[in-house]
C-alpha cells in the first residue's frame, strides 16, 4: 500500500475572516451565555464535576452556570498540539497547526450501492469497502466512520464499525458513533490491543471520540459519559456544535458562532477539570436552515464563513480543529455539489483547519456516494497545489531556458521542462478531451470516479490487521452484546 497522505503544509496563501478584536468580542459573548444563560449537562458525573469547582449547578434542570475565570482557567490546560496516531506509524497525523488532513464523512444511513447504483440502506459491509478504498487514497488522512452498520445491534454497532475500519486500513480511526460510556470503555480495550496496552495508548493514540453537541445550548448525557471516559484514557476527544442559524441558533452569523462556541468551549471545558490536559479538539459543523424548510442547508455562504471563521476561535483557544467541509446538500455529484464542497473546503483550509469532514456525502451527510469520494478527494488535490502559491527565485524564473527557446521556440524539448512538468498539476476527473472525442463517448467525470472506487475496491489489499487482535475484539464485542 502507498504510506503517502497529502496534507496542506506550509501554505503561501492565508485568509483571516475575523479581527482579533471581533474573536475576543465573540470570547466575551459566550463567557457571557455559559455564566448568564448556562448549558444543560444531563449527566450526574458532569454536574458533581462541575459543582466541585465551584460552578452554580441547577440539579433538577440540570443547567451549569459557570463564570469566564473558570472556563478561561480550564482552557489554559488544553494541549496545544498532539498527534493522532494510525496503526501504521508512518501516517501519524500531526495536528500542528500547521497541516490540514481531511477525512471520510459520517455517519450515513444510505449509499448509493457501488456496483448496481441503487439508494439503500447502509450495513457493516459497507464501512469495510468505504475503509478499503479510503486506506489506498492519498488525499485521505484519516477515518470518520462513513455509515451506520445498521444490520449490527445497536447497542455495539458502533465497535463494530471501527473493528472493520481497522481490519481495512492502517491510518487513524475517529468515531462519532461510540454514545455511551460503556461502548466507550470497550472501544478504549480494542484500541489498547493495537497500541500495546492502556499506558502506550496514551502515547500512541490510534482512537479518537467525537461527540455532537445538542443545539442550542446543551449535551446528551450519554455522550458526556463517553467523551468523560476518552479524556480520561487521554484519548483525543471533541464536541461537535451544529448550530443552525434560525433554528437551533439565531439568524445572525455571530449570534450562532456564540451560540455554537458556548456549546463546544463548556464541554471542553469540563473534560479539562476532570483530566486536567487531556488531548481535546474543536469540532464544527454549523449551517444555515434553509428558509423554506426549515432543512439543514448542507452548503451556501453561511458554511463557507462558518469554516473560515471557527478557525480563529480555535487560534485564540490553542485547540485543534476539526471542520465539517464537503458534505454537500446536493442529491447527486453534480454542479451543486462541486460548488459548496470546493468552496466549503477553499475557505477551510486556507485558514489551516487541522482535520477537515469529509469526503463522500451526498444530500447532508446522509448517502454515501463512492463517485463523490472521489471528485472531493480531487477537490482537495486541488485545493492543496493552490494553497502551494507560486514559488520564485532563479530556478522557477527559468530566464536560461527562456534566453535558449528564444522568440517563436518551443519548451516541451528542453531540460527544464523535464525537471519540472510534474509539478502542473494533472487531474484524474476534469473533462479536458477534445470535443468531439467527449461527444462520441458522452461519458463524464462520474463515471471515471466510479471505476475508480470500483479498481480499488478490487486490487487493493491494506496492510492486514493481526488475527488474534481482530479475535480479541471481536470478544470484547460479543461480551457487551451478552449483558
Same mark, same amino acid.
Given at each position: ?14 485568509l483571516e475572516i475575523l479581527t482579533p478584536q ?17 448549558v444543560r449537562f444531563p449527566s450526574k458525573r ?28 480550564a482552557l489554559k490546560t488544553c494541549p496545544p ?354 470535443? *468531439? ?5 458522452? !461519458? ?6 466510479? %471505476? &475508480?472506487?470500483? $479498481? #480499488? +475496491? /478490487? *486490487? ?5 490487521? !493481526? ?6 475484539? %471481536? &470478544?470484547?464485542? $460479543? #461480551? +457487551? /452484546?451478552?449483558?
Amino acid at each position: 500500500m502507498s504510506k503517502t497522505i497529502q496534507s496542506i503544509t506550509n501554505p503561501k496563501l492565508r485568509l483571516e475572516i475575523l479581527t482579533p478584536q471581533e474573536v475576543k468580542k465573540i470570547h466575551d459573548a459566550t463567557l457571557w451565555i455559559i455564566e448568564k444563560v448556562g448549558v444543560r449537562f444531563p449527566s450526574k458525573r458532569a454536574l458533581e464535576i462541575w459543582a466541585a469547582h465551584g460552578a452554580e449547578v441547577d440539579h433538577e434542570k440540570m443547567v451549569v452556570r459557570a463564570k469566564g475565570e473558570l472556563i478561561e482557567k480550564a482552557l489554559k490546560t488544553c494541549p496545544p498540539a498532539y498527534s493522532l496516531a494510525a496503526r501504521d506509524p508512518q501516517q501519524d497525523l500531526p495536528l500542528d497547526g500547521n497541516h490540514v488532513f481531511v477525512g471520510t464523512d459520517g455517519c450515513g444511513v444510505e449509499v448509493i450501492d457501488i456496483q448496481t447504483g441503487e439508494r439503500r440502506v447502509s450495513r457493516l459491509q459497507d464501512v469495510r469497502d468505504i475503509a478499503r478504498i479510503a486506506d489506498a487514497t492519498e488525499q485521505v488522512g484519516f477515518h470518520w466512520v462513513p455509515v451506520s452498520a445498521q444490520d449490527m445491534p445497536p447497542e455495539t454497532r458502533g465497535l463494530h464499525e471501527i473493528k472493520a475500519i481497522w481490519e481495512n486500513s492502517s491510518k487513524h480511526v475517529q468515531t462519532e458513533s461510540v454514545y455511551n460510556e460503556r461502548e466507550a470503555r470497550a472501544a478504549i480495550e480494542m484500541a489498547a490491543l493495537i497500541a500495546g496496552g492502556k499506558e502506550q495508548l496514551r502515547k500512541r493514540p490510534v482512537l479518537s471520540l467525537m461527540q455532537c453537541s445538542a443545539s442550542p445550548l446543551m449535551h446528551d448525557a450519554s455522550n458526556l459519559e463517553a467523551a468523560l471516559v476518552g479524556a480520561e484514557y487521554g484519548i483525543p476527544t471533541g464536541f461537535m456544535t451544529m448550530a443552525a442559524n434560525l433554528t437551533t441558533g439565531p439568524a445572525t452569523l455571530a449570534g450562532n458562532l456564540a451560540v455554537g462556541n458556548a456549546e463546544v468551549i463548556a464541554g471542553t471545558a469540563l473534560l479539562q477539570l476532570a483530566f486536567p490536559g487531556a488531548p481535546v479538539f474543536y469540532a464544527a459543523a454549523m449551517t444555515a436552515s434553509d428558509l423554506r424548510t426549515g432543512g439543514y442547508t448542507g452548503g451556501g455562504p453561511e458554511d463557507f464563513l462558518y469554516g473560515a471563521s471557527v478557525n480563529s476561535l480555535c487560534n485564540y483557544y490553542h485547540i485543534p480543529l476539526s471542520m465539517g467541509s464537503f458534505a454537500t446538500g446536493a442529491k447527486e455529484p453534480n454542479w451543486q455539489a462541486g460548488i459548496e464542497n470546493s468552496l466549503s473546503t477553499f475557505m477551510a483550509c486556507i485558514v489551516m483547519s487541522d482535520m477537515l469532514l469529509g469526503v463522500g456525502f451526498l444530500h447532508g451527510s446522509r448517502i454515501w456516494s463512492y463517485a463523490e469520494m472521489m471528485m472531493d478527494c480531487e477537490i482537495f488535490a486541488i485545493i492543496q497545489k493552490t494553497m502551494q502559491g507560486i514559488v520564485v527565485d532563479d530556478e522557477t524564473l527559468a530566464l536560461d531556458t527562456i534566453a535558449a527557446v528564444g522568440p517563436g521556440g518551443n519548451f516541451l524539448k528542453q531540460k527544464h521542462t523535464l525537471k519540472h512538468m510534474r509539478e502542473v498539476f494533472l487531474p484524474q476527473f476534469m473533462d479536458r478531451r477534445p470535443f *468531439n472525442e467527449w461527444e462520441a463517448r458522452q !461519458d463524464d467525470a462520474r463515471d471515471w470516479a466510479l %471505476a &475508480k472506487a470500483r $479498481s #480499488t +475496491l /478490487e *486490487n487493493h489489499q491494506p496492510d492486514p490487521l !493481526d488475527k488474534k487482535i481482530s479475535a480479541e475484539m %471481536a &470478544k470484547i464485542i $460479543s #461480551t +457487551l /452484546e451478552k449483558k
